[in-house]
């Protein structure tokens, strides 16, 4: 059988963006091995022909995810490099179908390719995001950017809304892009429901979760702009580590300064 892509222009552009992003992941060095992994919620450019596409297999899930019974997903796959996504997304992803039920899927296309072991991860998002939310969020992106996991090493910043606030304070930037601030998790072991669950209770508040000694964790309704979220927070942890070799505690931008721009941005105030 032909790709996927071939027939399905719609679905190209989308695949093509996130291929794009992983070779971004793997550019800033946050994309070792095999680290990190990509969900996108394509059921809105899944065609009746590709819909009824056999399932080269199908696999139970470890949960029920009622809000995404019948969805489409672009999903990367367990073991593949993002420096490879990047290049040939339908040989290190696939796109799966969740069944009726949504406690299963079906691989069906264009290769049988297993998703990431995050997929208990990205799923709980998903459905979350569906029918807690309430938002059109689209897209799970997790990945290891050094420098804000070295930031999760450091117990000041394990306490809740201490990273996240340092991290607005160092650029205003920071503040405007990342509007929702950045949760963190206390270390669970990868790909397990408990650190899908604890990922959920984060999500309330955030869009961005730091995962502790682990990675980053992003969701938005964009690939690019989740990549943008990171991308941003990582700079700000790089002025902060900066400024410390400049030989003192970063003091950052005072509570008033930040405050500056939230009428100004038309930003959510800070609980
Ligand atoms: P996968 O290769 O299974 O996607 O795992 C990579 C990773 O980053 C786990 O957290
Ligand atoms: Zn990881």
């Not at 079906?106 to 709980?124: C, G, K, M, Q, R």
């Not at 892009?177 to 949760?183: D, L």
């Not at 999500?203 to 964009?222: F, Q, R, T």
């Not at 505690?249 to 009428?263: A, C, F, I, K």
């Amino acid at each position: 059988m032909s790709s996927i892509l071939e027939s399905n222009k719609a679905l190209a552009v989308q695949v093509w963006q996130i291929a794009e992003v992983a070779g971004y992941l793997w550019e800033r060095g946050w994309a070792e091995r095999n680290g990190g992994n990509i969900s996108v919620n394509v059921s809105e450019f899944m065609d009746e022909l590709d819909k009824n596409r056999p399932a080269l297999r199908t696999v139970a899930l470890l949960a029920t995810f009622k809000a995404l019974a019948g969805h489409y997903f672009f999903v990367t796959g367990t073991g593949r490099r993002m420096r490879y996504v990047a290049k040939s997304p339908m040989e290190n992803g696939s796109i799966i179908r969740l069944n009726d039920a949504g406690d299963a899927y079906d691989i069906i296309a264009d290769n049988d390719i297993a998703p990431t072991s995050e997929l208990p991860s990205h799923l709980s998002m998903h459905n979350y995001m569906r029918s807690v939310r309430g938002c059109d969020t689209k897209v799970v992106c997790h990945t290891h950017p050094t420098d804000l996991i070295a930031l999760t090493h450091v117990k000041k910043f394990l306490q809740p809304g201490v990273l996240g606030r340092m991290l607005w304070s160092m650029i205003p930037e920071t503040r405007i892009i990342v509007p929702r601030g950045v949760g963190i998790i206390p270390y669970e072991i990868p790909g397990t429901m408990d650190l899908a669950t604890a990922t959920i209770k984060e999500l309330a508040k955030h869009d961005v979760v730091m995962w502790e000694k682990h990675g980053c964790l992003a969701v938005g309704e964009d690939i690019i702009e989740t990549f943008d979220m990171i991308d941003t927070l990582s700079k700000s942890s790089q002025i902060y580590f900066y400024a410390k070799q400049a030989g003192e505690e970063p003091e950052g931008m005072t509570n008033e300064q930040l405050d500056g721009l939230v009428p100004v941005f038309g930003l959510p105030e800070v609980d």
